[in-house]
């Protein structure tokens, strides 16, 4: 049975799951100060849901901890031990708490919650929900230029509101109710292999149809390339999947096709392939050209700082540009150094790994399991030329989690006695 037909989509994920994914997009504005904190909607969700969600992975048996779970617990220790150790424990330990609690808490809210498929399709439903409503918000905000989610959120609670972007393709921007049109793009193009492999079971009809021009449309109104770069990828892989279904090694052979165009880039170009993917995948040529000079500074900070990164600390770069650095994965490691880097990746290799090990996986298990496989691949390709923070890095990091949902084992069902007994004489007939 598909998850799309079955009750996995007639109910919405657990409380804590529902409320974290709810106070995502809710405006920055609801934030508040506690002191040198800021407590938004999701880091409040995240304080409180921590420990019992820590309870329950502790008492899961069914899908007990692994080295994927060693391996998050590590990237976020080092984190925090790197924002300690380079800002000092008067000034880094508010922050490193917090980073802990958004990655570490995010992952453990998602393992502890989102223990089976079926849990993994409510919360694709209820992201394709929320993908949904944004884009009517998302295609005023587009067309009118008036921010009608953050600005009466300003009105009421203050703060300084979204700041001016310039217009692309004649239209503005959208942020919907997120602090960046980028991180809105994200956001809702993580929908799309979802609702393409468990919402639409694989299916391309016109209900299909239907419900991925909705992530299409509300992704273009981002207007931003990072989005648009992780939307086209996911349609890539889906076409190559479908394309190529029944041929063996069919991903081996696409990574065969990547290493080779890799290498030819290598060889026939002055500059290396990261560099060209980062320059060609954006709207203008002074981002481009900005973003390559982020990349020969950000690399070289992290050779000078490789293992305890330069946390919160100001990086050397040339005097006209900003501090800005659109890249989450060189921010990540010029931060807290190539350990938290490998820690992070390996955790999603191993559950990639443990995933791929299960030969046992039903049709419907293994289309949820391409569909997290495919988002997470997505999120690694934008994060090239994006960087996620708030509540998409948390979505980021809760994602993570939600991969270990594809490797619950389920219990066992016992024959009763009275079966048993008619299976006993079932096989003496036999024999």
Excluded at 16 to 37: D, H, K, N, Q, Y
Excluded at 57 to 68: D, H, I, K, Y
Excluded at 75 to 100: C, Q
Excluded at 167 to 182: D, T
Aim: charged share 10%; proline share 5%; with cysteine.
């Amino acid at each position: 049975m598909s998850l799309s037909s079955s009750k996995a989509l007639t109910a919405w994920p657990a409380l804590p799951v529902t409320l974290l994914l709810f106070t995502f997009i809710l405006p920055p504005e609801t934030s508040v100060s506690l002191g040198s904190l800021r407590l938004s909607p999701y880091r409040v969700t995240l304080i409180i849901y921590l420990l019992p969600a820590l309870n329950i992975m502790l008492q899961n048996r069914s899908n007990p901890l692994t080295a994927p779970d060693g391996l998050m617990l590590m990237h976020s220790f080092w984190a925090a031990a790197a924002l300690i150790f380079t800002a000092g424990l008067a000034e880094g330990t508010d922050t490193a708490g917090i980073y802990f609690i958004e990655t570490f808490g995010a992952f453990s809210i998602a393992r502890a919650y989102v223990q089976t498929p079926s849990d993994f399709a409510k919360v694709i439903k209820l992201i394709f929900t929320v993908a949904a409503s944004l884009l009517v918000f998302a295609a005023i905000e587009s067309f009118s230029g008036v921010h009608i989610l953050r600005e009466p959120f300003q009105a009421i609670f203050g703060g300084p509101g979204p700041h001016h972007t310039d217009p692309r393709l004649g239209l503005v921007r959208a942020f919907a109710s997120f602090e960046h049109p980028i991180l809105y793009g994200v956001f809702v193009a993580s929908a799309f292999s979802g609702t393409y492999y468990v919402l639409c079971d694989a299916q391309l009809n016109y209900a299909a149809a239907k419900k991925l021009l909705i992530v299409i449309f509300a992704t273009f109104f981002s207007l931003s390339g990072g989005p648009f770069t992780a939307l086209g990828f996911q349609m890539a892989l889906i076409g190559w999947d479908n394309i190529t279904n029944g041929i063996t090694g069919r991903w081996k052979i696409l990574v065969g096709i990547f290493v080779s165009f890799w290498l030819v880039i290598s060889l026939l170009s002055n500059r290396s392939p990261v560099l060209i993917f980062i320059s060609y995948l954006t709207f203008s040529a002074e981002s481009a050209y900005n973003r390559i000079h982020v990349w020969n500074y950000g690399t070289a900070e992290v050779m000078r700082h490789p293992y305890i990164g330069l946390g919160l600390g100001d990086w050397i770069r040339a005097p006209w540009m900003s501090s800005s650095m659109d890249n989450f994965w060189l921010l990540t490691t010029m931060r807290y150094g190539i350990p938290a880097l490998v820690f992070f990746l390996l955790a999603i290799w191993f559950i990639a790994k443990r995933i791929r090990n299960i030969t046992t996986l039903s049709g419907a298990t293994r289309k949820a399991a391409k569909a997290w496989l495919i988002t997470i691949m997505s999120f690694a390709l934008a994060g090239l030329t994006v960087h996620f923070w708030n509540a998409v890095m948390v979505l980021f990091f809760f994602f993570v989690g939600c991969g270990m949902a594809m490797t619950h084992k389920p219990k066992k069902k016992h024959p009763s006695p009275t079966n048993s007994i008619k299976l006993s004489r079932r096989n003496m007939a036999w024999n």
